[in-house]
Structure formats: structure tokens, C-alpha cells
């Protein structure tokens, strides 16, 4: 990977978060347009610097940590009770964990090379991440207090990142980079049954699941500009939901978005 590939694979997270923040800035709190049902855990600078924020349903927001380095990519754990996420504060990016009230505050990863963008298996018990502490990125897992970190790509060519579990805790979707390609993959939780699901020349990554597990969500480029698309589970019948000269990408459901599905209009 040059360094360009190794700056744009870690600023690629950009997409979507900048867009969610733009519509949060200002000097007051934001009202809603709409209800949430559940806490929302997000990147902002709105304190002059990226930081861990927690948007709550009536609309106010909490500043979970506050320090100069760049803090971001979060992800809440089952339960509620702790934010994993990303930072930079020890000179080189980590894994961190946080009470969701900004205190007892955990480096789970404590390595030289880049770790970063946690996702919280369905269970709690463990931790994904991506890691360049091999040579080449990789998808890790971890416990879920940093103990026994495990390289489920190694056998790998290439760049593997932004992984994430389905549903059920047994699968993991990510995408890897070889060459120019990016392409999405899926593998047993225990990194058996290593597959392809898209195969192209251009960028098809940044994968979410469906709430039911039965489809995923994407952004790609094999129209033109980044777009968000969706597939089954197996790959199988793609479709893309959006179609503009913007970039859209960084994809997630809420946990009801599937129920709705049959009222969405694709497009051919």
C-alpha cells in the first residue's frame, strides 16, 4: 500500500460522518426533525476539535471526551453502558472503550501500529478492529477488555478493514483492498469460509447489515461517484439506493429500517 492508498484507507471514514455533523453544528442545540428511539454515539468538532459525542432522543447533545487528538469512528456496546472508538491521543491511532459518561476510559489496544474502527460483537464479548500490525491491514478481534487479540486475515493478499458482525454474531463482513480494487467479503466469526461477495475493479466497501441479517448495505463507485447500494446477504441482486455527482457512503440501518424495505423505491 503507498502512502496516498494508506492515507485515503484511513480518511475514508470522512464520508458520511462529516455530513451528520455538518447538520448538528451551531450554537444551540439542533431540533430534531424527526424522533429517534435510541442514543445516537457520533464524531464532532463543535469543541474545536473531533471528539466522541452522544446525540440523545430530545435532541440535546454530551461531549464524551475531550482531548486535542483526534477521537472518532465509535461504536456502543450491547448493553449501553460503554462507547468504543478511536484516538490518537497516545501519538498513534488505538482502540479505546469509555463509560457512556465519559469516565473510566481504557487504551484496549496499546500497540505501535494503526488500530482502529471498533465494532462491538452482538454479544458484548468482542471487539473487531483493523490493524496494520503485521505489514499489511488486517481484521482483528479482540476480547472485549483488549485480552487476546487474533488476526483472522492473515492468509489474506492485500488490505482488509471497516469489518463488521452480523446480526447473530456469526459473520463478519469487511472489505479488502488489493491493487485498486476493493471488494466486500464475508467469513465465519472464527475467520473460516473466507468469500467474496462483489467482484470489481473499482470500490465496493464499507458494508452494513440489515437488522435481520438478510441484507447488506454498501457504497460504491461502479456507477461513477461514491453511491449507497444494497444486496442480499449472498451477494446476490444488487441494487442501488442512491444516484447523485455527491459522494454518498458509510452506510448503517436503524433497527426498524428493514420493516420498511417494501415501501423504498430502489433504483434499476
Known amino acids: 500500500m503507498t502512502p496516498w492508498q494508506r492515507s485515503v484507507w484511513r480518511a475514508g471514514g470522512l464520508l458520511v460522518v462529516a455530513a451528520i455533523v455538518a447538520g448538528c453544528d451551531g450554537a444551540t442545540e439542533p431540533e430534531l ?4 428511539p435510541t442514543a445516537l ?4 468538532d463543535r469543541s474545536g476539535n473531533r471528539d466522541v459525542w452522544v446525540l440523545w432522543p430530545d435532541g440535546h ?4 471526551t475531550d ?11 450491547p448493553d449501553g453502558e460503554r462507547i468504543a472508538f478511536y484516538s490518537e491521543r497516545d501519538g498513534n491511532p488505538e482502540v479505546y472503550v469509555v463509560d457512556v459518561d465519559g469516565t473510566d476510559m481504557v487504551n484496549l489496544t496499546e500497540h505501535a501500529a494503526v488500530d482502529a474502527h471498533p465494532d462491538w460483537s452482538p454479544d458484548g464479548g ?16 479482540m476480547n472485549s477488555d ?4 487474533r488476526n483472522l486475515t492473515e492468509a489474506m493478499e492485500g488490505d482488509q478493514g471497516f469489518a463488521v458482525w452480523s446480526p447473530d454474531g456469526s459473520l463478519i ?7 485498486v480494487a476493493t471488494n466486500i467479503y464475508v467469513m465465519n466469526a472464527d475467520g473460516t469460509d473466507v468469500h467474496p461477495l ?8 464499507r458494508p452494513g447489515w440489515s437488522p435481520d441479517g438478510a441484507m447488506m448495505a454498501f457504497q460504491s463507485d461502479r456507477a461513477g461517484p461514491y453511491d449507497i447500494y444494497v444486496m442480499n446477504a449472498d451477494g446476490s441482486d444488487v441494487r442501488a439506493l442512491t444516484r447523485d455527482i455527491a459522494l454518498d457512503g458509510v452506510p448503517t440501518w436503524s433497527p426498524g429500517a428493514f420493516d420498511a424495505w417494501p415501501d423504498w423505491k430502489p433504483l434499476p
Open 173 to 179: 463482513a469487511f472489505h479488502s483492498m488489493l491493487g
Open 41 to 44: 454515539a457520533l464524531d464532532s
Open 198 to 205: 462483489t467482484n470489481l475493479s473499482g470500490f465496493d466497501g
Open 61 to 64: 447533545m454530551t461531549q464524551i
Open 146 to 149: 483488549g485480552s487476546e487479540p
Open 67 to 77: 482531548h486535542p487528538a483526534w477521537d472518532g469512528w465509535s461504536d456502543w456496546s
Open 126 to 141: 468482542e471487539i473487531l478492529f483493523h490493524s496494520d500490525r503485521n505489514g499489511d491491514f488486517d481484521i482483528w478481534v
Open 33 to 36: 426533525p424527526v424522533e429517534i
